[in-house]
DNA sequence: TATCAATATCGTAATATTGCAATATTACGA
DNA sequence: TCGTAATATTGCAATATTACGATATTGATA
């Protein structure tokens, strides 16, 4: 008991779901906001911002980078992460056709 | 340990990951299609069409009226739920307007 | 009022998430 | 190569979420 049953939902919906996790937690979100508003990126520099342990921001900063939304040059001793702009419109986009889709009133 | 850390953020931010976490759960997305097609929403009806316990289904619906989704006549016992259309699209500007925010690119 | 059907709540077990400290790894420069 | 700074991983504890069965509640109707 207790997992959440994926797999009686259609491929469509878990996807939003899975993206909507994503954006479920405020350090995630801010930790987008944040990277959107540099020039570069070093996660050092989140730590201070953010407020969390530098291994919790890094574990975060996995769960937006496996869901595809950074991009940018992951070698070296001062990373450069960037925004999958792509990705992250991939994202508004899938919202945005589930909201147009569930739009119809029922009373 | 382990309980988010709510006051490290700003109050917007929070308000995104707590809208985003009522999409985070793929029952929570299968009910609001569903709701979204019918003319009237029975609560059993839902159990029956997305394969999950009575009392499951009606912790989520709690969460999704508690997000503000819903509205109707929750009197009697035959209900008749509707999505809040107008709360429906405030979230969906919220998300919009987050996205449109955050769309800087760094690289 | 007694019953029934629909929905809500409670209690509990299983699983997932969050967070941190400690440690490991990595790549750069001296 | 050695040290160092930056990031990742590990291990663990605390908390949250999910799910279900059992039971309670609620409102309509006989």
Redesign the pocket.
Known sequence: ??????N?HSKDINTI?VVA?VF?????VSILQYISKQES???????DEI?????????????I?KAGLLKGN???????YCLNLERFQEFQELFNSFFNATKFNCC
Chains 1, 2 share one sequence.
């Open positions: 008991m207790g997992a959440t049953k994926l009686i779901a996790k479920a937690h405020p350090a995630r990126c070093i996660c050092n520099d989140i730590v407020g969390l342990a530098q291994s919790t921001i890094s574990q975060h900063l996995q769960v980078s992951f070698k070296g001793n001062s990373l450069c």
